[in-house]
């Protein structure tokens, strides 16, 4: 087999795992009670709203707008690619539609983006309707309240960093001792304040993230309106 059907197979291979793994988003909720109809001008302005949204959130890696009485937004983690971006923002806007069919409002979150439309406008409001956790099973066994005290300072940190960053996103790390240190993210959508962001942002440190995680060596928190997390290795480009 010649290097060039190999390159192929490999490519093939490579864009086939991307595809998977952007079919499987690490969590969804249907946020409106209401459906509309097949054909409804609320479908047609959502349809059009889809589109529109994976458009524009591309180059800068966010983008709100509205269609009628349809509102979205579209984020995408501040490290990753425009391509990545786009791949996922397009997922995101099929696969809302598809796991919340009939639904006027949804919101779906990926590793790389997340996707929000409501036949309301909520822009500039922090969403925390929807809080989704996420962490690693296993236990931190050594100087666990370092950890703990070592984590909510870089938390804290990226917090403040995130609220007055234009993009609304910081990432850092922490060393812990020798042999371990603490990678963190904190992010919000751009449509809330600087104050709002923050707020957003400093509940889930220090409330939903400890109920969840705390003791834990990594852990996340979704909501509609802002995401931190922390690993024990790296996951972001820093």
Same mark, same amino acid.
């Given at each position: 087999?010649?290097?060039?059907?190999?390159?192929?197979?490999?490519?093939?291979?490579?864009?086939?795992? =991307?595809?998977?793994?952007?079919?499987?988003?690490?969590?969804?909720?249907?946020?409106?009670?209401?459906?509309?109809? =097949?054909?409804?001008?609320?479908?047609?302005?959502?349809?059009?709203? =889809?589109?529109?949204?994976?458009?524009? =959130? @591309?180059?800068?890696?966010?983008?709100?707008?509205?269609?009628? @009485?349809?509102?979205?937004l579209g984020l995408c983690r501040g490290d990753v690619s425009s391509f990545?971006?786009?791949?996922c923002i397009s997922?995101?806007?099929?696969?809302?539609?598809?796991?919340?069919p009939g639904n006027k409002g949804a919101v779906i979150w990926y590793d790389h983006c997340m996707f929000k439309y409501l036949d309301q406008n909520f822009f500039g409001q922090i969403d925390q309707s929807v809080a989704v956790s996420l962490l690693n099973v296993n236990n931190v066994t050594n100087n666990q309240m370092l950890f703990i005290q070592k984590n909510n300072e870089l938390l804290g940190k990226l917090s403040e960093e995130a609220s007055v960053d234009t993009k609304r996103y910081a990432s850092g790390e922490i060393i812990v001792d020798g042999n371990t240190t603490i990678y963190g993210l904190a992010q919000c959508t751009k449509d809330l304040s600087s104050y709002n962001c923050k707020k957003c942002l400093d509940y889930q440190i220090t409330s939903n993230l400890p109920n969840c995680c705390e003791g834990k060596r990594g852990g996340r928190v979704l909501v509609g309106s802002c995401n931190v997390r922390y690993e024990v290795y790296p996951f972001v480009k820093l």
């Amino acid at each position: 087999m010649s290097f060039t059907n190999i390159f192929l197979i490999s490519c093939i291979f490579f864009l086939q795992t =991307t595809i998977i793994a952007a079919n499987n988003p690490l969590s969804y909720s249907c946020i409106n009670s209401q459906n509309f109809t =097949t054909g409804s001008h609320y479908e047609l302005n959502l349809n059009k709203l =889809t589109g529109l949204l994976v458009y524009l =959130t @591309q180059p800068t890696g966010y983008a709100q707008a509205t269609v009628g @009485q349809a509102h979205g937004l579209g984020l995408c983690r501040g490290d990753v690619s425009s391509f990545d971006c786009l791949s996922c923002i397009s997922e995101a806007g099929i696969q809302a539609r598809k796991l919340c069919p009939g639904n006027k409002g949804a919101v779906i979150w990926y590793d790389h983006c997340m996707f929000k439309y409501l036949d309301q406008n909520f822009f500039g409001q922090i969403d925390q309707s929807v809080a989704v956790s996420l962490l690693n099973v296993n236990n931190v066994t050594n100087n666990q309240m370092l950890f703990i005290q070592k984590n909510n300072e870089l938390l804290g940190k990226l917090s403040e960093e995130a609220s007055v960053d234009t993009k609304r996103y910081a990432s850092g790390e922490i060393i812990v001792d020798g042999n371990t240190t603490i990678y963190g993210l904190a992010q919000c959508t751009k449509d809330l304040s600087s104050y709002n962001c923050k707020k957003c942002l400093d509940y889930q440190i220090t409330s939903n993230l400890p109920n969840c995680c705390e003791g834990k060596r990594g852990g996340r928190v979704l909501v509609g309106s802002c995401n931190v997390r922390y690993e024990v290795y790296p996951f972001v480009k820093l």
